[in-house]
Antibody, heavy 122, light 107 residues
Framework: QVQLQESGPGLVKPSQTLSLTCTVSGDSISTSDYYWSWIRQPPGKGLEWIGYVFHSGDTLYTPSLKSRLAISVDTSKNQFSLNLHSATAADSAVYYC??????????????WGRGTPVAVSS | DIQMTQSPSSVSASVGDRVTITCRASQDISRRLAWFQQKPGMAPKLLIYTASNLQSGVPSRFSGSGSGTDFNITINNLQLEDFATYFCQQANSFPLTFGGGTKVEIK
């Protein structure tokens, strides 16, 4: 049974880089069947899809964050990571990692991590 | 980007009631829509995919319908464990987008 677990600092100073890692267990991140994704949820608000990475390193990002965002994969550690540069208070949120099938229009999130809260504050 | 608009933003209901939540897409997404349930402090849980397919393990009192731009999720015979927030998500095109959520509260 696949499980995802987010990890990283819970507090980031403004203008610094918000960095998180998602560790995958119970399945190989090198599978060709799934994309690995980040989603965030500001306090009391809705969900925002951030982007995905494929095991090859191919990525796709949401346009509003593209200029500050990098998502990468480490197949040797079965992990993928998020780096969001120049963080501001608006980036404060619970960050989830999740996977979805590499099936055209079958992009539904069945497996999620528990989420990790990140506050951007001095 | 495809905008997803949910209504209502909140609804008060009693155990045993039927609740219907609506999600409208800003353009035709065929049946490429999912519904999630989220409880406080927890990750969202997939309930329905491709507009009307029930995810394995989800009770049959949940049902989904719709196509094009207008979709519904209905909860029949509302149970205590169903009080939560519900989100829709379109899977038609990137960036993937979610509705703003509907909170189902106890009356």
């Amino acid at each position: 049974q696949v499980q995802l677990q987010e990890s990283g600092p819970g507090l980031v100073k403004p203008s610094q880089t918000l960095s998180l890692t998602c560790t995958v267990s119970g399945d190989s991140i090198s599978t060709s069947d799934y994309y690995w994704s980040w989603i965030r949820q500001p306090p009391g608000k809705g969900l925002e899809w951030i982007g995905y990475v494929f095991h090859s390193g191919d990525t796709l990002y949401t346009p509003s964050l593209k200029s500050r965002l990098a998502i990468s994969v480490d197949t040797s550690k079965n992990q993928f990571s998020l780096n969001l540069h120049s963080a501001t208070a608006a980036d404060s949120a619970v960050y989830y990692c999740a996977r979805f099938p590499r099936i055209t229009h079958g992009w539904f999130f069945r497996v999620w991590g528990r989420g990790t809260p990140v506050a951007v504050s001095s | 980007d495809i905008q997803m608009t949910q209504s209502p933003s909140s609804v008060s209901a009693s155990v045993g009631d039927r609740v219907t939540i609506t999600c409208r897409a800003s353009q035709d997404i065929s049946r490429r829509l999912a519904w999630f349930q989220q409880k406080p402090g927890m990750a969202p849980k997939l309930l329905i995919y491709t507009a009307s397919n029930l995810q394995s393990g989800v009770p049959s009192r949940f049902s989904g319908s719709g196509s094009g731009t207008d979709f519904n999720i209905t909860i029949n015979n509302l149970q205590l464990e169903d009080f939560a927030t519900y989100f829709c998500q379109q899977a038609n095109s990137f960036p993937l987008t979610f509705g703003g959520g509907t909170k189902v509260e106890i009356k």
